[in-house]
């Protein structure tokens, strides 16, 4: 293989392979005190997210369907756009998610 | 003991002497936490959806025909069409020699997504590491083309935006929005498979009969779909980098 490729495949396994350096130490005793906040955090992330991504794809649903019923023969290239838009709305409201899912697995 | 699926423990049985062996002369972090089951289910998995693959693939090319195509020959040639209209389009010229990647790309996510619905599977991409995976080959394989494309100092250049005043912030400001796609492919993916199996798992724990099966077919329409979109957005980011400034 090319050189060039060769030395990017050796600087990802070095990388990779640097991994022992992030060994997490012991803690002392926690601090339980804040987890009071914890659930109220993840409800409005998920609220939050739902309801401006809901706003969002409201908004490019409209367009969408105003759109096919001024020009009906448009509907295969508008339903891509449509589908395509909507997923990637729909992206956000889902890395709000992931972030509640962590901080509701912090509490365990 | 962890739990492990049908195939997993099969390919466990056959498999965990050598591979753990194997992984034992590696350093420390590869070494397996359960000797005896060293192939986790996300790999085993994976290691199935590379075989139906390999297999759909030799069954397409021993059916070949010019004169006479038959079905499987239509499906194939529809996917690749389709694919490959999506590359010229946003591409331009020169996009074929991306195609198989792409195809590949979009046909390994598709079927890994899709295997979670049949009873004693599991998606692969439910394991974050899997989409994290994908995302960092789609990214060093755009960046590699970009780079041979443009050759490295012309592709810094292109970071650097329209005006060389601004250059320091706009370059700033595109390294890290080139770094967050990789998380961005990675959540987008994994989030939508995950969050469909929970929510499928809710509504089959809440009514056990009938109302889940919307749910199941509304997660195989987001697993098509988000196959899909990782392949647009990898077509994309290809464009973008290896775009020639006329």
């Known amino acids: 293989m090319r050189k060039s490729t060769l030395f990017a495949f050796t600087a990802l396994v070095m990388m990779f392979v640097a991994m022992p350096a992030f060994a997490a130490d012991g803690s002392a005793a926690a601090d339980h005190s804040y987890y009071w906040a914890l659930p109220i955090g993840a409800g409005m992330a998920i609220g939050i997210a739902g309801g401006l991504c809901g706003l969002g794809q409201g908004k490019a649903i409209a367009s969408a369907v105003e759109g096919l019923a001024r020009n009906p023969g448009a509907r295969a290239g508008l339903l891509t756009f449509l589908i395509i838009g909507l997923a990637l709305i729909e992206s956000i409201s889902l890395y709000a998610l992931i972030i509640a899912i962590q901080i509701m697995g912090k509490l365990q | ?246």
């Open chain 2, 1 to 246: 003991m962890p739990e492990q699926l049908w195939f997993t423990a099969l390919l466990n049985k056959v498999f965990a002497g050598p591979v753990t062996a194997f992984l034992n002369q590696l350093p420390a972090p590869f070494h397996p936490v359960h000797p005896e089951a060293p192939i986790s289910n996300a790999f085993a998995m994976e290691i199935l959806v590379v075989g139906i693959l390999i297999i759909i693939f030799l069954l397409v090319r021993s059916r070949l025909s010019v004169e006479k195509p038959g079905a499987i020959q239509h499906m194939a040639e529809m996917m690749h069409e389709f694919i490959s209209d999506q590359g010229a389009d946003i591409i331009g010229h020169g996009s074929e020699r991306f195609v198989p990647f792409l195809v590949t790309l979009f046909l390994f996510i598709a079927i890994a997504n899709l295997i979670g619905v049949i009873p004693g599977f599991e998606s692969p991409t439910v394991n974050p590491a899997v989409p994290l995976g994908l995302a960092v080959v789609a990214f060093v394989y755009y960046n590699l083309h970009g780079v041979k494309a443009q050759g490295p100092i012309g592709y810094l250049k292109h970071f650097m935006g329209p005006v060389w005043w601004l250059a320091p912030l706009i370059f700033v400001i595109e390294i890290i929005s080139t770094l967050a796609r990789v998380m961005s492919l990675t959540v987008r993916l994994y989030a939508n498979i995950f969050a469909g199996d929970m929510v499928t798992n809710s509504f089959f724990g809440l009514v056990a009969v009938g109302l889940p099966v919307i749910f199941l077919m509304l997660h195989v329409a987001v697993s098509v779909l988000q196959a899909y979109i990782f392949t647009l957005l990898t077509t994309i980011y290809l464009g973008g980098a290896v775009a020639k400034e006329h």
